[in-house]
């Protein structure tokens, strides 16, 4: 099946500071999201983007499918920002059957 | 709208019990999914309903079965639980085609002794 990795594994910032979270990926796909997981464990879709980039307030994401891999884009982090980043994505005929990369842990400090 | 609601939110199981975890949506969506989280590995798929009446097994279906009831509910089932099945259980469902984004219901956190 596809693989799935995220890096940085963890990441600690400053209150305003900007960060850049990377997700690879092995093979095609056509379905691809990225979701936070807040400290009370409810996981919150921030994008679908299996190409292009879209941009909602702060967050921003990018995927470049030929070269497979996705990004998502913090500005002006915020302590709500704090929690678990996960992309999962899905090719083939697996369409909704994310698979998930094992998440980027980031901690905003005031 | 509720979206994806799952019972019950917490369970302490004594291995050899059997329990069924619940998912409901309202939302009309087509798909429907059981992941599991564990520490360090993400969400991992168990099993999926791609529509009403279907149902197959994901990545990680060893000590569970499914029924899909009807549209909006999709429950989970382990017959004998085991103390390696400890987890936090996420249903979530989607509408099965077009842009298919994942909606994630609150979870169910499993412990089996």
């Known amino acids: 099946g596809i693989q799935v990795e995220q890096s940085p594994p963890d990441l600690i910032l400053q209150e305003g500071a900007n960060s850049t979270l990377r997700c690879n990926f092995s093979d095609s796909v056509n379905n691809l999201q990225w979701f936070h997981q807040n400290p009370w464990g409810q996981l919150i879709n921030l994008f679908y983007?299996?190409?292009g980039t879209k941009q909602n307030g702060r967050l921003s994401a990018t995927t470049v499918a030929t070269e497979r891999y996705s990004l998502l884009y913090i500005s002006s982090s915020q302590t709500t920002d704090s929690g678990v980043y996960f992309c999962g994505l899905a090719g083939g005929t697996s369409y909704g059957k994310l698979t998930f990369g094992q998440g980027t842990i980031l901690t905003v400090h005031p | 709208n509720a979206g994806v609601t799952q019972t019950p939110k917490f369970q302490v199981l004594k291995t050899g019990q059997s329990m069924t975890l619940q998912c409901a949506q309202d939302?009309?969506?087509?798909?429907m999914y059981w992941y599991r989280q564990d520490p360090g590995m993400g969400l991992r798929l168990i099993y999926y309903?791609?529509?009403?009446?279907?149902?197959d097994k994901g990545e990680v279906p060893n000590g569970y079965n499914v029924s899909r009831l009807n549209k909006r509910e999709f429950s989970l089932r382990l017959e004998s639980a085991a103390p390696s099945q400890t987890s936090v259980y996420f249903c979530?469902?989607?509408?099965?085609?077009?842009?298919?984004?994942?909606?994630f219901g609150a979870g169910s956190r499993l412990t089996v002794l």
């Open positions: 939302m009309n969506h087509n798909s």
């Open positions: 979530a469902s989607s509408p099965g085609s077009g842009a298919n984004v994942l909606t």
């Open positions: 983007i299996p190409s």
């Open positions: 309903s791609a529509s009403e009446g279907t149902t």
